[in-house]
């Protein structure tokens, strides 16, 4: 049934709980029990470049070895799921555009505040905050704002895609002709994205479980995170969303991916019906946190 390496011993029940546990410490990543094939796939690639022959010895490297920081984030890259493409979801992205930020932009005016700050993260190789640039940049009512879009990722191969930021036609399947000509120059290999784009753009490596690294970020008006959750259990989800709810500024909103909602998870959000899409809106004033 599997197609594994004949060298490396299969895994045992005990080895599965013990690695699985030390993938969902280090960044909330469940594999359920019907994962524990897919754990055990992607697992046998690194102990192949490890030359090690049993699952046990990989488990005792990653917790006692001198590399085991560096053994970590060889795991994420390894681990991680990144499908992502330009312009994903338009109806949510059509919300962005068209109601959240008019609100958004009308409250600060309202209060002299020209900064605006949005998150994207879980951000892959970067289509999605180099989309939300592209999206600012259209909006001339921005013009003398200061907007910063901050992508984080726990995994460093895929932020190190994100700041070459050269993209095949994958990327691009639902990408409207009219961004594609505007916003980036053809390459070799794809089209990079230009730098009026990238400026606004700032990459990071970043783990959604460590909270005080997180908090360095500062206030958030929009935070995007877009099937990143979907990968973790009940319990990490909620540590995230609470996370999100105190980077969040009064009245910020919290854009899930379609599939992801906060039932059962998180009840301090307030879910805005908007025309085009429905998302989650932090309390306009302060409010007693229910999680
Ligand atoms: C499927 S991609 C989603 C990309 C993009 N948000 C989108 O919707 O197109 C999920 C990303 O979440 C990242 N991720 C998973 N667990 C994470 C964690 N604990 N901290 C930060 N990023 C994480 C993965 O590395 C992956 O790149």
Known sequence: MLDLNPDIQPMSDEEFRLLRDQVYGHSGIFFDDGARYLLEKRLSRRLIQLSMTTFRDYYYYLRYDQQRDHEFVELMDILTTNETYFFREDFQLKAFTDEILPEIIAGKEAQGDRTLRIWSAGCSSGEEPYTLSMLLLEQKCLAGWRVEIIGSDISQRVLQLARKGVYGRASFRTTDDHYLRTYFEEVEGGYRVNNAVRERVS?????????????????????????????????????????????????????????????????????????????????????????
């Not at 958030?220 to 099937?227: A, E, K, L, S, Y």
């Not at 009840?267 to 899409?277: I, M």
């Open 203 to 291: 990459l990071s490596q970043l783990n959604l479980f460590d909270p005080p690294r997180l908090m360095l970020l500062g206030k958030m008006d929009i935070v995007f995170c877009r099937n990143v959750i979907i990968y973790f259990d009940q319990t990490a989800k909620k540590q995230v969303i609470d996370n999100f709810h105190r980077m969040l500024h009064n009245g910020g909103f919290l854009l899930l991916g379609h599939s992801e909602s906060l039932m059962n998870i998180s009840t301090a959000f307030s879910l805005r019906h908007f025309k085009n899409d429905m998302v989650y809106q932090k309390a306009p004033v302060n409010s007693e946190v229910r999680l």
